[in-house]
Each structure stands twice: as C-alpha cells, then as structure tokens.
C-alpha cells in the first residue's frame, strides 16, 4: 500500500540554524499539507499546497517557513532560523483530491532545537 | 473560528464495555467530520468520516448538528482499540482542524 514518507525521523539542531524536513507524496496525490503537533499539544495545521503553490497558511506559518516542490517529487518544509518553540512532531499529510478526500499522513519528524 | 474539542484527554474501558469518545465542534457552515486514529507506533489514520456513514472496526459515528457533537461510539471494546483518537474537522479549504485528542485503554 502506497504511503506518505517523511524524512529525517528525528532532528536535533541547535538554535539558528536552518533545517529542512522532506515528505514524499504518494505518486498521484495532488494535496500536500504540514501540520506540527507541540508535545502535548493539539495537531495544528501549518500550510497546504497545491499546483505549485501555498493555497492556504495558518498565523503559526511565518516568513520563517516555507515550503516548496523543487523537483516534483519531494515536498519540503524549510524553517530558516529555528527556535526553541519549533520544537515539536512534523507531519506530512497528502491527498488524492480536494474536500472530504482522505488525508494520508507520514510518520512525522521530530525536531528537537537545543 | 473553527473549532473541535475533546473533552477526555484519557478514557480507560475493560474489555466488552461499551466505549463513547466526545467531540463537539463550533463551526459556520456545516463541516465535514472525521475521526483520526494513531495506534502505538503507527501513522494518523483516518477511522471513519461522517458524510460515509460507515461503521469501520465496529465504530460508529453520528453527526448530531443540534447538540454539534460527532461522538465515537462503539459497543464492545477490544484491547487493540487501544490508540489515541483525534476528531477533526475540515473547511473548505482543505484543513484540518483537530481535536485535543483521546487516549483511549482498553483493559483485558
């Protein structure tokens, strides 16, 4: 069964620096989302995309973040300068098709920022 | 704004019990609703959504817009229904929009 591939599974980066988490799509799914979930805190919705562009961002999804599909394939979530507070489980979540379509989601990527 | 809650961060049950996980939902417009599931270990995954009206694992989910809650319900606990569910909902837009999430025990 196709599914949703998030890599690293686990980031440590000190505070600053820049990291870049990546999600691979399944191959015909045309949705592409990032959530984050705060350690013991709600999954909150960061950013959708689709045909190559942001169509919706919450107030949590700063000049800080971006996102990008740089080659078709891998869908990316950048933070330029991290803090402390972006400590937190990102997931990567695909559809097939716009509203009421499931949403598959990745395994997550924990960032931890020291 | 949208908004979904879940009023039991835990909820423990012993096998055979009947097992009901609450949500409520504050939305304009009619929202579609899901149920998410995270077993130990595993991904998200969708449980059941309510315009589908499908009894998935032997749990249902009614949508009850005058009490606007979509509350999890299922008859007979079992042990691998241990997980923690999410209820989310989604706009228009595509978004979801999740509930704090119930750590659902059943005991042997």
């Known amino acids: 069964e196709p599914e949703v591939t998030q890599t690293p599974s686990h980031q440590v980066t000190q505070m600053g620096q820049e990291v870049i988490l990546r999600c691979v799509p399944i191959s015909n799914h045309l949705y592409f989302y990032w959530y984050r979930q705060i350690l013991g805190q709600k999954v909150e919705f960061l950013v959708s995309?689709?045909?190559?562009?942001?169509?919706?961002k919450s107030e949590i999804f700063d000049d800080q973040f971006s996102v990008e599909r740089p080659d078709g394939s891998n869908f990316t979530l950048k933070i330029r300068s991290t803090k402390l507070e972006d400590s937190a489980m990102y997931f990567c979540a695909t559809q097939p098709g716009g509203t009421n379509t499931e949403a598959f989601f990745g395994q997550g990527t924990r960032l931890t920022v020291v | 704004a949208q908004r979904v809650t879940q009023p039991e961060k835990l909820l423990s049950v012993f096998k055979g019990a009947p097992v009901e996980l609450k949500c409520n939902y504050s939305y304009s417009g009619s929202p579609e609703l899901f149920w998410y599931v995270q077993y130990s270990r595993q991904r998200l995954q969708l449980l059941l959504r309510h315009i589908s009206r499908e009894s998935i694992k032997g749990f249902t989910a009614d949508l009850n817009k005058g009490e606007t809650s979509f509350h999890l319900k299922k008859p007979f606990a079992q042990e691998e229904d241990s997980a923690m569910y999410y209820c989310a909902g989604e706009t228009s837009g595509s978004r979801l929009t999740f509930g704090e999430g119930t750590q659902l025990t059943v005991n042997p």
């Open positions: 995309f689709y045909n190559n562009e942001i169509s919706e």
